[in-house]
């Protein structure tokens, strides 16, 4: 049910997808829904539609959109490939990019990161005092005063 509103043959093009990516398609975990809005018949070239519909969609300043020519018969499935495709073109960089915000921070990273802040935080505060406050407000934040405590102290007293 990865494809819904894609017409009848949807389930066995997306079974030969899944043949034809392999784990690369299993691992995108995606759905999509053609929901039809309306139609118009238009009587002229198709080179003619394509060139007023990509103008029609630059002056909108609409884009990530695609003008695709094929067969009526074929329209689901062809828009079904593209879709992959563009899909599993983008994969490796939005994976990248989710995980360059923290999307995919395991326990050990975060705390690893967390307890690399206290460090240059405790480095900073013994030259520059005003980070004093701010130190003593992560390590609650996170947390890890209980475990810092004697030496947070100490950094006082200095």
Not at 66 to 74: E, F, I, K, Q
């Amino acid at each position: 049910d990865r494809f819904q509103g894609f017409g009848k043959e949807a389930r066995q093009f997306t079974r030969w997808l899944i043949e034809e990516y392999g784990d690369s398609f299993q691992g995108l975990t995606y759905s999509f829904k053609n929901k039809f809005k309306s139609s118009h018949i238009e009587h002229s070239s198709v080179k003619d539609l394509a060139d007023r519909i990509t103008s029609r969609l630059e002056k909108e300043e609409i884009y990530h959109s695609v003008v695709m020519n094929g067969p009526d018969l074929a329209w689901h499935v062809a828009l079904m490939k593209f879709i992959v495709d563009e899909c599993m073109a983008s994969f490796v960089s939005n994976v990248r990019e989710l995980d360059e915000h923290g999307f995919f921070d395991t326990p050990e990273k975060l705390e690893k990161d967390r307890v690399g802040e206290i460090e240059s935080l405790f480095d900073r505060a013994a030259k520059n005092r005003k980070l004093i406050p701010l130190l003593g407000s992560k390590l609650q934040q996170y947390d890890l005063f209980k475990h810092y405590e004697d030496r947070f102290f100490r950094l006082i007293k200095s």
